[in-house]
Each structure stands twice: as structure tokens, then as C-alpha cells.
């Protein structure tokens, strides 16, 4: 089994940051992709950043250039730097992983950005 935990979440006026992280532990041998994905209340989970196991990093565009997303394997950890934070970034945010094929799902840390 494959364990992702998040942590780093809170509660932040806009236009200041946060640092997520999530620690993937378990059989994550053969770890391929991993991202973050965001769910916001009454919308749909949206993609918002992921990262190769060579360590190339792709963003959405709502995030690009605000959002930077680096990854450990020494240490099996990924990490999500937000800055310039929008209210519209509130929502949940999750770390996914694909394991030999299969994805995975940590449980979710909450952002929220006050006006």
C-alpha cells in the first residue's frame, strides 16, 4: 500500500504564501508522477501542478508563475510553494501519486485565502 500525507495548509490573506508538503511512504517503488491536484466548494477536483521523477514541473495556468512545485526522492516528499496567493485558491488541496500504474490519493489539506 502507498501512503500520502499532506500538511502545510492554513489560512493566509491574499497575496501571501503557503508551503505545502506531502510525505509519500509505503511500496512507492517504481513512484512515477506526482501532483496537486485542488477541489473548491460545488467545483470539480482541477489539476494544478505535477512533477516527473526526474523532477520536471508542470503548472495550470491559474497557478503558473505563482506556484512552484519541487520534489525529493531522497526523501520521497513533494512540496508546493504558493505565493501570491487568490481568494480563488481556496479549496482543498491533494497530493496524488502513480505507483507501478495505479494512483493514489493522500487526504487533503485545507487552503483558505481571505480577502
Known amino acids: 500500500q502507498v501512503q500520502l500525507v499532506e500538511s502545510g495548509g492554513g489560512l493566509v490573506q491574499a497575496g501571501g504564501s503557503l508551503r505545502l508538503s506531502c510525505a509519500a511512504s509505503?511500496?512507492?517503488?517504481?513512484?512515477?508522477?506526482m501532483g496537486w491536484y485542488r477541489q473548491a466548494p460545488g467545483k470539480q477536483r482541477e489539476w494544478v501542478a505535477g512533477?516527473?521523477?526526474?523532477?520536471?514541473?508542470n503548472y495550470a495556468d491559474s497557478v503558473k508563475g505563482r506556484f512552484t512545485m519541487s520534489r525529493d526522492n531522497a526523501k520521497n516528499t513533494v512540496t508546493l510553494q504558493m505565493d501570491s496567493l487568490k481568494p480563488d485558491d481556496t479549496a482543498v488541496y491533494y497530493c496524488?501519486?502513480?505507483?507501478?500504474?495505479?494512483?493514489?490519493w493522500g487526504q487533503g489539506t485545507q487552503v483558505t485565502v481571505s480577502s
Open positions: 509505503g511500496d512507492i517503488w517504481g513512484t512515477s508522477t
Open positions: 496524488n501519486a502513480w505507483v507501478r500504474g495505479q494512483s493514489y
Open positions: 512533477v516527473t521523477s526526474f523532477g520536471s514541473a
